[in-house]
């Protein structure tokens, strides 16, 4: 249980802790993690996975992962797939794989519990004719001219619902509550409607479907789920959750509601999400520019970061626009201690060092990660001719430069100092080249030239270096907030939030790997994007060293 030492605890975490300290459910904690298989997950989604799955794990308890696949014209396969493939990759282990659709016989059977116990009706109105009756919130509904149908008219007519006798919109069974409820759900609220749809599942066995208030709360009692997590558009269902468990005298689950997660520069809605892929302005839904978990993780994100941010933001009860600079701080931050360090020149210009000699390579040696020492070292070729970026190079150099520039000295990271003596123009006055020397025994780790200098660039070998594709991206949306925009939020979209560039690397990243992460050195951190082939280097650029937005909005 939580030590005084750490952070205090979060509201569900309190009323776990309150329910256990009461012996409520024999001490046992089951939470669910609720997906509807209509897309892929995203970054709101990691927020509500790492609080079931922490809180269970924090109280020894468990984690069901339930699909919630009620709804037979959303939902596919691939969904089910995706979704259980980030919940693995995110780093959590469900103790059931379950299916809100394997429960559609025992929903059958409590509809018609509802029914005998007077608590239920088949409706014939059509929809415009139920929500004429339906009230406002400040006026009470008028009942149905179908509520005091008999028990076995109602049964007789549920009963042929179920069996196709009835085309769709005709008839629908209704939670026989209170037309005059403050809470416009406990009106009434239909729990089975007729669709003559597949399902993913169960195929053509249906043709009526359960409602998400009646499938919902059901779903976790049948588990057993100690404590069910959802956000907050769902706190006015919970009377209507209460109300379902108790009129079918069911196992107790308990309902509970959090802060949704919003990001700030991002949409998280699945729907708006899938019109992105649908209508190309995305490649698809691991576009490293979606804020989805499969987008997140082809764009180097990791795990560890994601989860680290979700802890970060806390659990909140009112709802609020977390900052991407958080995310990215968080991922920025992991990422510096694991990963590999390399050199690569996005914007290159050429050096000559004119005093080494033609035609020899020598091999230095470069240290993968200084953040991990057990992480080893590469060799690293050095030549006459090398690449550098060019704003490492300033004709007129200001006072505080301290690179390249004419005579002035600079350290060549894991290699030498260099002086540039002479700049190469074309005709049209642009430089083509840099004509240095190098101080022959200013060798990193070797250096007794007792040189000093102020800057370290990188730098790659023009022989030995290799081309890559470099995917460069931007923030997708232009504003904060796109969803509270008027309009279509598609209007906001960032037209320059990707850019591809040839970069020069150095030749160790021909044998990059999928999923290893990459500092390239003074540049950001990129990861081997999966367009990547046998000749052809792909890489994507997670995040950068610094935060940019930050330093733009302090100009
Ligand atoms: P979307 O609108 O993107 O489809 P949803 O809430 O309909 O989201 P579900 O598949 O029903 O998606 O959600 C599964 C679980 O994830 C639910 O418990 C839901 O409350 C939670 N969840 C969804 N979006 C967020 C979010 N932005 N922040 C926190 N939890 C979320
Ligand atoms: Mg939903």
């Known amino acids: 249980m939580a030590e005084a030492t750490e952070k205090p605890l979060n ?202 208030d009646f499938a919902h709360g059901q779903s976790d009692s049948i588990e057993q789920i100690t404590h069910s997590i959802c956000t907050l558009e769902f706190v006015p269902h919970r009377e209507l959750y209460d109300w379902c468990i108790e009129s079918l005298e069911i196992f107790p689950s308990k309902q509970y509601e959090f802060a949704r997660l919003n990001l700030s520069y991002a949409i998280t809605s699945k729907r708006k999400l899938l019109q992105l892929v649908n209508e190309n302005f995305v490649t698809g839904w691991d576009d490293p520019r979606m804020p989805t978990i499969s987008g997140m993780r082809r764009r180097g994100y990791t795990p560890e970061a994601i989860r680290e941010f979700c802890d970060r933001i806390g659990v909140a009860k009112r709802d609020n626009l977390i900052d991407v600079s958080l995310l990215e701080f968080c991922v920025r931050e992991h990422l510096n201690k694991v990963s590999t360090r390399v050199m690569a020149v996005l914007d290159p210009i050429k050096v000559v060092i004119t005093n080494y000699p033609e035609g020899q390579v020598e091999e230095l040696t470069a240290e993968n990660n200084p953040e991990d020492h057990e992480s080893g070292s590469r060799p690293m070729p050095f030549s006459r001719e090398i690449l550098i970026e060019k704003d490492d190079f300033m004709e007129n150099p200001t006072k505080k430069y301290f690179r390249l520039g004419p005579g002035l000295m600079v350290r060549l990271k894991h290699a030498y100092i260099i002086k540039c003596d002479d700049i190469v123009k074309d005709e049209n006055g642009e430089i083509v080249e840099l004509h240095c020397s190098y101080i022959e025994n200013s060798r990193s780790g070797n250096d007794t030239s007792g040189i000093n200098v102020k800057g370290t660039i990188h730098w790659v070998s023009e022989a030995h270096a290799v081309d890559a594709e470099v995917r460069l991206y931007d923030r997708l949306f232009k504003v904060e907030d796109p969803s509270r925009e008027d309009g279509d939020f598609k209007e906001y979209l960032n037209p320059d939030s990707l850019e591809v560039i040839t970069a020069k690397v150095e030749p160790a990243l021909k044998h990059a790997t999928l999923g290893t992460p990459y500092q390239f050195l003074r540049k950001g951190y990129f990861c081997l994007d999966p367009d990547s082939t046998a000749d052809t280097l792909v890489f994507n650029k997670t995040v950068g060293l610094k935060d940019t937005w930050a330093k733009e909005a302090g100009k």
């Open 11 to 212: 509201f569900i975490e309190q009323i776990i802790e309150d329910d256990l300290a009461a012996g409520k459910n024999d001490g046992r904690v089951l939470t669910r993690f609720p997906p509807e298989p209509n897309g892929y997950l995203h970054i709101g989604h990691a927020k509500s996975i790492c609080l079931n799955f922490g809180v269970a794990q924090k109280y020894g308890g468990k984690t069901n992962l339930r699909f919630d696949d009620t709804n037979p014209v959303t939902e596919e396969t691939e969904y089910v797939e995706s979704i259980k493939a980030d919940v693995k990759w995110l780093g959590f282990d469900w103790a059931e794989e379950l299916y809100a659709s394997d429960y559609f016989d025992q929903l059958y059977e409590f509809a018609l519990k509802l029914i005998q116990k007077g608590l239920a009706y088949v409706d014939d109105s059509t929809s415009e004719e139920m929500a004429a009756m339906k009230g406002t919130p400040t006026l009470a509904g008028i009942n149905s001219p179908y509520r005091e149908r008999t028990i076995e008219e109602n049964l007789d007519l549920f009963t042929r619902m179920k069996n196709g006798e009835f085309a769709e919109g005709t008839h629908v069974l209704r939670a026989k509550i209170n037309m005059a409820s403050t809470n416009m759900l406990m009106r009434d609220p239909i729990i089975y409607r007729i669709k003559f749809a597949t399902h993913h599942r169960t195929g053509d066995k249906w043709c009526i479907y359960p409602m998400y």
